[in-house]
């Protein structure tokens, strides 16, 4: 089973600021099989980011998705209220199709 | 309008069973994998389960292997989780949950709300 390590577990930043979420595997996450969702107090989570890389419908341009092998980032270049959330990584590239622990975004 | 309805949680005894259901609606059902995929109270996500499109595979997390059974009825556009052997531990917000385009891309492009499962006696 592939264990995802995300950090920090939580990150205070003002609106505006850029937030820098990071996902370390623990082992390689082949063809960048990996995935970020966003989920806010009481919803589902909804998908950001596939193929560590790739935006989901929707999804504007201030989120980024970059890295390979066992360490991956996701970026949002300039923080709006609606960012703040809870953010998961996830692997699908062995089953199980684990997810990472979360890191909390919180407003400073 | 594409959606997933979940349905079937609820309250139950330790060692008892449930049978969640999700409609799906919008999308060719038959055409995606699916899986099943918990969150504690307070706590992370978990993936539990999928099944492809033509209910050919079948995957498991290793927590639920044994006691729990993911199939689908493609011709209803419905999938099921049949939990058994339940525990404390496996109270939880249940989503189905639809994955990406293509064989391999299990990742969770569209999310039902979800259905609280209480395990307690």
Redesign the interface.
Same mark, same amino acid.
């Given at each position: 089973?592939i264990v995802l390590t995300q950090s920090p577990g939580t990150l205070s930043l003002s609106p505006g600021e850029r937030a820098t979420l990071s996902c370390r595997a623990s082992q390689s996450v082949s *063809?960048s099989?990996l %995935?970020w969702?966003l &989920?806010k107090p009481g919803q %589902?989570?909804?998908?950001l980011m !596939?193929g560590a890389s790739s935006r %989901? #419908?929707g999804i504007p341009d201030r989120f980024s998705g970059s890295g390979s092998g066992t360490d991956f980032t996701l970026t949002i270049s300039r923080l709006e209220p609606e960012d703040f959330a809870?953010y998961?990584c &996830?692997q699908?590239?062995n *089953?199980? !199709? #684990?997810? +990472? &622990? +979360?890191t909390k975004l919180e407003i400073k | 309008e594409v959606q997933l309805v979940e349905s079937g949680g609820g309250l139950v005894q330790p060692g008892g069973s449930l049978r969640l259901s999700c409609t799906a609606s919008g999308f060719t059902f038959s055409d995606y994998a699916m899986s099943w995929v918990r969150q504690a109270p307070g706590k992370g996500l978990e993936w539990v389960s999928g099944i492809r499109g033509s209910g050919a595979g079948t995957y498991y997390a290793d927590s639920v292997k044994g006691r729990f059974t993911i199939s689908r009825g493609n011709s209803k556009n419905t999938l099921f989780l049949q939990m058994n052997s339940l525990r404390a531990e496996d109270t939880a917000v249940y989503y189905c949950a639809k994955a990406g385009s293509g064989w391999y891309q299990w990742y969770v492009d569209l999310w039902g709300r979800g259905t609280l499962v209480t395990v307690s006696s």
């Open positions: 089973e *063809s099989y %995935a969702y &989920q %589902a989570p909804r998908l !596939y %989901a #419908t809870v998961y &996830q699908y590239v *089953s199980p !199709y #684990t997810f +990472g &622990q +979360g | -």
